[in-house]
């Protein structure tokens, strides 16, 4: 019989490496994460403090070469998502940024001095990272960025307010994208610097187990030689979006499977109508639809992951998995939570973390609605996404 834990055996198709990273950071999220996620989710807060337990694990930044980074495979770097994300999207998302929207940049565009000065801080988790690219007028269309840097004798002078900043009142660098008179360009730009302020965004009923800020810069004035060298256009942030994305599409697969085991243990446990609810078929096809999409939907990451490892991934082929796969987590993460009635409103179990969690990942890194037209344009040759475009 197959496993019902790993039913199509998608474990066969991994390297014993592999599965031996897959199955530490299961373990790490088994002992530092679930036991006090759901507190942390309650009191709105991220502990920094693992951030060094990750540094010293070599989760950050951790498919980069060289500079302390530990130089895994990409498909290594999916699977360290999905176990995390089967503990929180915020633990996630805290190596996403840190590893593909901070270090990535700076790894990919920097000099050599600034790699040197930045990189082996961050993958130790010594320094942490913010990317503020999202403005409170330019999200899905950051093309419209009105943050501004200017010369200045040998300086750079950064003005603007940038939105929704994963990790920007623990950060102490913020790569920051501005408009320049030579295009859009990324500043390396550490938050201690006069004029920089980071505020805390109260009151999220999603995320919560994640630091989110908004970042005001006035008059912050910045060395010449923090401007990262090696792109201007906003081929540089689009560029640090798809490593992201790439991290979420297996992410979301591990708070999937999450919920789809929640509900799968629930429903052969509670009874109704003297019987399990799992004898109910109504509930047997919920379970077997949650089961289906976490093996599509993980075997879509597998499939990515090795064309990212062979060279072959490109944009678009990254959104069809930011697309499908997130959607999929939301449909099993709600049929997860109605399997298990009024419990599956409470944080005594992952369900209704994991499925408000889902509702932010839907919207950040390009909302359900960006990859279609991404998808749409990649199918027809034709962009949609100004009014009267398409
Ligand atoms: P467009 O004219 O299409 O392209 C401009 C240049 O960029 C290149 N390019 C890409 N390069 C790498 N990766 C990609 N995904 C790329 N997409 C485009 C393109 O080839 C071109 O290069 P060049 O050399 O010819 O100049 O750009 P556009 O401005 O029209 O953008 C189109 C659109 C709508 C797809 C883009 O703006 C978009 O993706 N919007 C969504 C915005 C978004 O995803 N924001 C995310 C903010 S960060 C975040 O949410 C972090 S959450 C972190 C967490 O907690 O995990
Ligand atoms: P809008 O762009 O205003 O979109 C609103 C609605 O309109 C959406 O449904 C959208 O799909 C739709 N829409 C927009 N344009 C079109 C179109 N052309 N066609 C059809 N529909 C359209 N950003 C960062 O830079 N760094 C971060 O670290 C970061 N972390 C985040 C953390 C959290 C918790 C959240 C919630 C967001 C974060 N973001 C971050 C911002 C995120 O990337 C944006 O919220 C996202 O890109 C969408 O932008 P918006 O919220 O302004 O929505």
Redesign the pocket.
Known sequence: MPDPKDFLDLGALLSSEERLLRDTVRRFVEDRVLPEVADWWEAGTFPVELSKEMGAMGLLGMHLEGYGCAGTSATSYGLACLELEAGDSGTR?FVS?QGS?AMFPIWKFGSEEQKQTWLPGMAQGDIIG?????????????SAMRTSARQDGGDWVLNGT???????NVAQIAIV?ARTPEGIRGFIVPTDTKGFTANL?HR?A??RA?I?SELVLEDVRIPADFVLPGVSGMRG?LSCLSEARFGILFGVMGAARACYEAALEYAKTRQQFGAPIAAFQLTQQKLVEMMVGVNRGTLTALHLGRMKDDGRLTPELVSFGKFDNVRQALDIARMSRSVLGANGITLEYPVIRHMTNLE?VS????????H??ILGEAITGIA????GSG
């Open positions: 998302s940024v929207l913010c990317f503020g690219l999202t403005e409170p007028d330019s999200g899905s269309d950051p940038k939105m929704w900043i994963t990790n920007g994208w965004i999220k999603s995320l994640s989110t942030p932010t919207t950040y890194e390009g909302t359900n609605e960006i279609t037209l949609a996404f100004r009014a």
